[in-house]
Nanobody
Framework: QVQLVESGGGLVQAGGSLRLSCAAS????????MGWFRQAPGKEREFVAV????????YYADFVKGRFTISRDNAKNTMYLQMNSLKPEDTAVYYC??????????????????WGQGTQVTVSS
């Protein structure tokens, strides 16, 4: 049983930073792409960033390029999202996810089969 637990969310002023963590258990994840998504009230869940099992390949949504950095530590089975220069429009629940299949990437929520419970990020203006 795959379990993903996010942490690190909170309230921050615009321009500030947060670091989200996603602790994974139940499987060896080093062969799987993992990603971050977010969902704001009244909006659909959207892709934020994804990285390969080794961490060598990363993809970002245009709206976070240059501000967010995705990384992972396979020894700790943990993935991170460093968020800098936060904006009020970044306010959302942030979810981590594991791709359904090894060595496959994607940016659609349907590509990912395991999800965490989410962590709230609120950016005040």
């Amino acid at each position: 049983q795959v379990q993903l637990v996010e942490s690190g969310g909170g309230l921050v002023q615009a321009g500030g930073s947060l670091r989200l963590s996603c602790a994974a258990s139940g499987r060896t994840f080093s062969s799987y792409f993992m990603g971050w998504f977010r969902q704001a009230p009244g909006k659909e869940r959207e892709f934020v960033a994804v990285l390969s099992g080794s961490g060598g390949r990363t993809y970002y949504a245009d709206f976070v390029k240059g501000r967010f950095t995705i990384s992972r530590d396979n020894a700790k089975n943990t993935m991170y999202l460093q968020m800098n220069s936060l904006k009020p429009e970044d306010t959302a629940v942030y979810y981590c996810a594991v791709h359904r299949y090894p060595y496959r990437t994607g940016t659609m929520p349907a590509d990912f089969g395991s999800w965490g419970q989410g962590t709230q990020v609120t950016v005040s203006s």
